[in-house]
Antibody, heavy 121, light 112 residues
Framework: QVQLVESGGGVAQPGRSLRLSCAAS????????MHWVRQAPGKGLEWVAV????????YYVDSVKGRFSISRDNSKNTLFLQMNSLRAEDSAIYFC??????????????WGQGTLVTVSS | QPVLTQSSSASASLGSSVKLTCTLS???????VAWHQQQPGKAPRFLMK???????NKGSGVPDRFSGSSSGADRYLTISNLQSEDEADYYC??????????FGEGTKLTVL
């Protein structure tokens, strides 16, 4: 069965960095695009970034452009999110999610359990 | 880019049915929408993909009590025979080539 397991969350001071990982199993990882989605405490879901299956195309929400970088290692079935210059407003649970696309139209079809990032001095 | 509008809350009695609505913004009424359920303290779970035609494809293990339908720009999620475990937040999601993933603000469903 499809499994997505995030790790790497924790507490970081403003301006510092964290690197999140998402280990995928149960499907051919290299065939799917992958998202990072976050959820601040008590708030709704916010898309953060997407990377296509071969890693060539990457897109970000405006609020993280230039600070966050999404990447993947298809040989290790792992997705990453490098988060630099962290701000208090980046505090959230970060979920990785699989993208299912048909005829160019995509949606999320599997979610990980999430990892908590807290940015605080 | 598309905007998804959802009511902030809904409630229904145990064993009854409830219909949640997700409305696509003007000019995007043909977009496919996905519904996701987030039970308290848990990760979201994909429920179904719903087309403008009303046809839908459910995720693995989603009970038959969950169904979808469409009318114009509205995408509906209907839950029949409500159970206590259906008390959750429900989010709709769509895709756009410019903004990529767009989520609605979510509907908090209370089972009375």
């Amino acid at each position: 069965q499809v499994q997505l397991v995030e790790s790497g969350g924790g507490v970081a001071q403003p301006g510092r960095s964290l690197r999140l990982s998402c280990a995928a199993s149960g499907f051919t990882f290299s065939s799917y695009g992958m998202h990072w989605v976050r959820q601040a405490p008590g708030k709704g879901l916010e898309w953060v970034a997407v990377i296509w299956s071969d890693g060539t195309n990457k897109y970000y929400v405006d609020s993280v452009k230039g600070r966050f970088s999404i990447s993947r290692d298809n040989s290790k079935n792992t997705l990453f999110l490098q988060m630099n210059s962290l701000r208090a407003e980046d505090s959230a649970i970060y979920f990785c999610a699989r993208v299912d696309c048909t005829n160019g139209v995509c949606h999320i079809d599997y979610w990980g359990q999430g990892t908590l990032v807290t940015v605080s001095s | 880019q598309p905007v998804l509008t959802q009511s902030s809350s809904a409630s229904a009695s145990l064993g009854s049915s409830v219909k949640l609505t997700c409305t696509l913004s003007s000019g995007h009424s043909t977009y496919i929408v996905a519904w996701h359920q987030q039970q308290p303290g848990k990760a979201p779970r994909f429920l179904m993909k719903l087309k403008d035609s009303g046809t839908y494809n459910k995720g693995s293990g989603v009970p038959d009590r969950f169904s979808g339908s469409s009318s114009g720009a509205d995408r509906y999620l209907t839950i029949s025979n409500l159970q206590s475990e259906d008390e959750a937040d429900y989010y709709c999601e769509t895709w756009d080539t410019k903004t990529h993933v767009v989520f609605g603000e979510g509907t908090k469903l209370t089972v009375l």
